[in-house]
């Protein structure tokens, strides 16, 4: 083992990171003003009296989220506009001058009361730009409001998954611009909420860097250090128009950000797993004329495969009408997503087979990736980095899906493997990869057959696999 590859498996995900990981797949929902003006961008110079989602139904959004096989949602309580979901008393600009229940409403209440009733976790995405608030750009009077905002979200609303700080900062209603307090703000989110990651614009879970549901062929998780202050120092520098907010994005898109390659010669090095987002429409916010653009459920499926499936998370946006519930169209196509996964995940065809190892560790036999824990694994022995594992059958079976993880407690450790299949009394490579990570989902092109091998060729000390699964 070399120092460099003994370095890099001491890095491991915390457990708040750990549970987000497992959460896999998640909801963004998008609400505010821009709902009722049809923009994406409010400026805060919008009136609270436009606001009134008079049929809203939290339980019709989490009956549509379940639906979809999602495990959280993550509520957008205060936007770019600055208006707030919630009667904040440090500003007047929220839900309690509008009509909706004649300013009596809490939507921050309503979601996360109707999330935990259906057993989703609930997170709150809080704008640190805020166009509205009169304290913007101001120092440390402003970081003193946004503070405040923030602990009423984080005290008055119960547990919360996920604090998702976004990095856009452009100029405030009075032409400056703020310089977040991050490390302030963290303070708050790990004092009130330890369980909670803090995403994005934040220590726990990094931006996939694209908003288009794209995920890196090979999405590492020990990556540079130096990639969580990227995200910072960008946000700091940002301009207020779209275009220099979207180039910051693309700068931060490098193909590959944790090769041995890149990572030696690195410092420090942290666990900082992707996370992709993306809106089920063009938009982040509901906008009747992209009714006819519910994004088609093969592309969905395969933005679900290559992020939860790709060693990432996934996280789609639904932005609710103005009546304050999702369209009808957007409700058909997350029980479409959903059928589709619990089908195609439904029979393990692992379980009829007969599992075979080159090589393991005593106490790390193969048969324990049947278990699909983390209390056991499979793993070879110190000091070799490669093994062939084979599954048989009595007869053929058709696969269309082999699914991959690693234990990642032991940090992530393989760098290259292959999928090799028996056709025609001949072993024909299916596929070849890099990254296993939290979950590998391969999608095959339907073989039939009797024999499949998993050969791990490369990692960084000994592999391990805590979950095989084979679906037809
Ligand atoms: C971006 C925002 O500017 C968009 O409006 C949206 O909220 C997206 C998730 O993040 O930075």
Redesign the pocket.
Known sequence: MTDMDKRLIQIVPSSRQLKHQQMEFYS?V?FTVNTFTDK??GDGTESPSIFNPAKLDARQWTDAIKAAGMKGLIL?CK??DGFCLWPSKYTEHTIAASPYKDGKGDIVKEVSDACREAGLAFGV?L?P?DRNSQYYGQGEVYDDYFVNQLTELLTNYGDIFTV?F???CGEGANGKKQFYDWDRYYEVVRRLQPDACIS?CGPDVRWCGN?AGETRPSEWSVVPERMRDTEKIASKSQQQD?ET?RQR?VAAQDLDLGSREILEGEEKLIWYPAEV?T?IRPG??YHEAEDDQVKPLAKLIDIYEKSVGGNATFLL?IPPTRDGLFHAKDVKRLRELGDYIRETYKENLADLAVLEASDHQEGFEIEKVRMDTYEACYKTPDGITDCSISLKWEKDICMKYLVLKENILFSQRIEKFEIQALLHGEFQTAYEGTVVGYKKIIPIDAIDTSEIRIRILDARVAPTLSFVGVYG
């Open positions: 963004f998008h994406e961008w957008t936007h770019h995405y704008s730009w998702w976004d990095g856009a994005v908003e779209e907010f994005k987002n809106s982040w916010f946006n």
